[in-house]
């Protein structure tokens, strides 16, 4: 049997500003990534995206980022592992506050932009990240980029993982992410974007921006509430798994 969860990044408006449909995409995912006011968000962001989840009955996520709302958490930074963990452990407690107000069990913890990407690659940053889910609530699911350090540094510890995969995004031989300033790090044409992601989830492969067959392992797809087709892309991609005969449920059904 196959199975996938169907996340998004979400909670992304601070203030007056406005990013993302939430509201729209939250009814067609199975896991929402709240940011926790690091990168974007504010606490009335926090408290309305906790709401809107709880009535679509949905598993909700930390999305922990750099401290850095100008550059929407996107650049990089030069912090050691312990400043990293104390970040995390700030943002999902903020987050776990606004959950516990509205009756809801946090389910996972993703994080953002520059911080996931760098955790990736960087085995003792991903350390500081875990130490902090490990010391907070060890029945967190960490979400993670298939194949990075960030998977390794969670089972290290104990954490249960689940893969992540994204349908709209290039991947490096290496199984990273093409980084958005090179060409062809998005993948714009839907059809080919849910072709990719049916493949990944069935064959464990998908094809490099160099052309290689690389493995990779989806328990989660990311899909991004922030575009302008993000909500036909989502109905489109839930309708093709479920034509694939892949069922789409929350991580806590897929990751034991």
Avoid at 40 to 54: G, L, N, Q, R, Y
Avoid at 127 to 139: F, L, P, R, S, T
């Amino acid at each position: 049997m196959y199975r996938i969860d169907l996340n998004s990044d979400l909670g992304e408006s601070f203030g007056r500003y406005t990013i993302g449909m939430d509201d729209k995409i939250i009814p067609l995912i199975t896991s929402a990534n709240v940011a926790c006011g690091f990168h974007a968000s504010d606490p009335v962001v926090m408290e309305k995206t906790i709401a809107m989840a709880k009535e679509a009955g949905i598993r909700v996520g930390a999305h922990p980022g750099y401290p850095d709302l100008m550059g929407f958490g996107r650049r990089n930074m030069n912090v050691t592992p312990a400043e990293a963990k104390a970040y995390t452990l700030y943002q999902i407690g903020a987050l776990d506050a606004f959950c516990k107000a509205k009756g809801l069990i946090m389910q996972h913890v993703k994080p953002h932009g520059a911080l996931y990407n760098m955790a990736a690659k960087d085995y003792n940053l991903a350390k500081g990240i875990c130490e902090a889910v490990a010391e907070y609530n060890k029945d967190l699911i960490i979400m993670a980029l298939s194949g990075g350090q960030l998977v390794q540094a969670a089972k290290d510890m104990g954490l249960r993982t689940a893969l992540e995969v994204f349908a709209d995004r290039a991947y490096e031989e290496d199984g990273s992410l093409v980084d958005r300033r090179k060409e062809g790090a998005m993948v714009t044409d839907e059809d080919e974007a849910i072709a990719r992601v049916i493949r990944m989830v069935k064959e464990k492969k998908v094809t490099a921006i160099t052309g290689k067959d690389i493995p990779i392992t989806a328990d989660s797809v990311c899909v991004h509430g922030d575009g302008v087709k993000a909500l036909a892309f989502v109905e489109k991609i839930r309708r093709a798994l479920t034509e694939e005969g892949i069922e789409i449920c929350s991580l806590d059904q897929i990751v034991r």
